[in-house]
């Protein structure tokens, strides 16, 4: 019975540390600072941040957020952030600081810069007829040209909590 309660602890602790950080509270929690990451296609990008000081991912996922805007909570000061889109061959993304004040959201435009075209290797696993004529794993590779991108991010100034759909850029789009 013991072993059982413990198993249940841990799994409990690793699914919370997967949980995800879009947030949005209808209002500001003490000690937090917002950041608004949005795009002119936010509503079809699935989004990666990273915090590059501490090499953590702090949200990655693999579908779009809900209404384009991705709104993380962290700790108010300086934070070194990138972005990068899991649906998107990205060749270039810096690391842009960005100040967060306590209760206050700091909106961050992320445009992508179209880069040209570029080779990306798909590899395509799946069972079925082999060349030999016997069933087995078949392995198809191709190399299709897609659009490749450089992200670039353009911090505003901070301004006072609001839930994330009354926020200018969520509403004008």
């Not at 929690?29 to 990008?45: E, H, I, M, R, W």
Request: hydrophobic share 35%.
């Amino acid at each position: 019975m013991r072993c059982n309660s413990s198993i249940l602890m841990i799994a409990g602790l690793l699914l919370a540390g997967c949980a995800s950080t879009n947030v949005n509270p209808s209002h500001a929690k003490a000690s937090t600072g917002y950041v608004d990451f949005y795009a002119a296609d936010g509503a079809n990008l699935h989004w990666e941040v990273i915090d590059t000081t501490r090499n953590k991912k702090l949200f990655s996922e693999y579908k779009p957020v809900e209404g384009g805007v991705l709104r993380l909570a962290l700790p108010p000061g300086r934070h070194s952030l990138q972005v990068q889109f899991r649906n998107r061959v990205v060749l270039e993304s810096e690391a842009k600081e960005i100040e967060l004040r306590d209760g206050m959201v700091t909106p961050v435009h992320v445009r992508l810069e179209d880069m040209g075209t570029t080779l990306v290797r798909e590899k395509k696993a799946q069972w079925g007829d082999s060349y030999s004529g016997r069933r087995g794993r078949v392995t198809k590779i191709s190399t299709p040209e897609s659009q490749a991108f450089r992200v670039v991010l353009e911090p505003d100034t901070p301004v006072p909590y609001q839930a994330r759909s009354s926020m200018s850029y969520a509403t004008t789009r």
